[in-house]
């Protein structure tokens, strides 16, 4: 049988990212993303993810970067 290996710190913070978002926790889901993005480099200088799995994670963080450009308190609603 054949699975894709995980990353489970990466996966965590991950998690963590999108239920921070969910949960409308701006502050929080940035500081996670940027953790992630940092864990994610440090893994591959370091040799622990191999490009595979590298290619695999950066593709997730790229799939949110968009969003998390612009996720902060300064874009909520000042009107009625």
Not at 18 to 25: L, S, V
Not at 34 to 55: A, I, V, W
Request: charge should be positive; glycine fraction near 2%.
């Amino acid at each position: 049988m054949f699975w894709d290996k995980k990353n489970a710190e990466l996966e965590a913070l991950f998690d963590s990212v999108n239920m921070n978002c969910r949960n409308n926790y701006k502050d929080a889901a940035q500081e996670d993303y940027q953790t992630y993005l940092r864990r994610l480099e440090e893994l591959k200088e370091s040799g622990k993810l191999n490009d595979k799995m590298y290619k695999k994670y950066k593709e997730m963080a790229d799939s949110i970067s968009q969003k998390m450009a612009n996720y902060n308190h300064n874009n909520n609603v000042k009107t009625f």
